[in-house]
């Protein structure tokens, strides 16, 4: 029930909560099999001066913030758009990201701004990188107990080739205006 995500109480001085990317021992093997990170390295240039002023160890682990509960009040008392704004500036400026290794810059300027300053969400709540390699599965006990399915990487389950589709197939919920059907992906051929 998503009413549990957002009764979540933050702690005091945090303006949101995300699942660390190292919370979830079970699902450790098959995100590095597919060259997933999981740590500052893997999303930071620490190369540039700036990303070293900063202070993160390039070890510390990461998170994924496409599920976080946010307080808004807090998040407008800490200016956190302008943190993320001014971070996303200096990376067009300076190209501070590994992009190549990150796999874009959404993430990199949130990791920034919250480093060292989220609460932490169980990792049920955002089971992430099913759709990052055809050949990566999580195990079935990981999949059952998980409260929320994110699909981030090439790989979704509406397209050909799809991964984890019988997860999807069991929690798609159906469009209740009738506009949207669900479809089992064909292949290309």
């Given amino acids: 029930d998503i009413q549990d995500l957002f ?4 702690q005091p001085g945090h303006a949101a909560a995300f699942a660390s990317d190292c919370d979830l021992p079970s699902t450790h093997e098959m995100v590095r099999s597919v060259g997933m990170q999981t740590t500052y390295m893997g999303f930071l240039d620490y190369r540039k001066q700036e990303i070293r002023d900063l202070g993160i160890n390039p070890r510390d682990c990461t998170f994924n913030p496409g599920v976080f509960v946010a307080d808004m009040q807090e998040w407008r008392k800490q ?8 971070w996303m500036e200096e990376n067009f400026r300076q190209n501070l990201y590994s992009s190549a290794i990150a796999g ?9 701004v919250f480093h060292g300053k989220f609460t932490t969400i169980d990792p049920s709540w955002n089971v992430r990188h099913l759709g990052w390699s055809p050949d990566a599965r999580y195990p079935d006990s990981v999949l059952d107990e998980a409260n929320l399915l994110h699909w981030n990487g090439r790989y979704k389950p509406w397209k050909y080739p799809g991964v984890h589709l ?3 197939e069991r929690w798609f919920i159906p469009d209740p205006t009738g506009k949207f059907s669900l479809l089992r992906p064909q292949s290309d051929s």
């Fill in 7 to 10: 009764s979540i109480r933050l």
């Fill in 79 to 86: 200016k956190i758009t302008k943190q993320l704004e001014r």
């Fill in 104 to 112: 874009g810059v959404a993430t990199p300027p949130m990791l920034i």
């Fill in 166 to 168: 019988d997860a999807w």
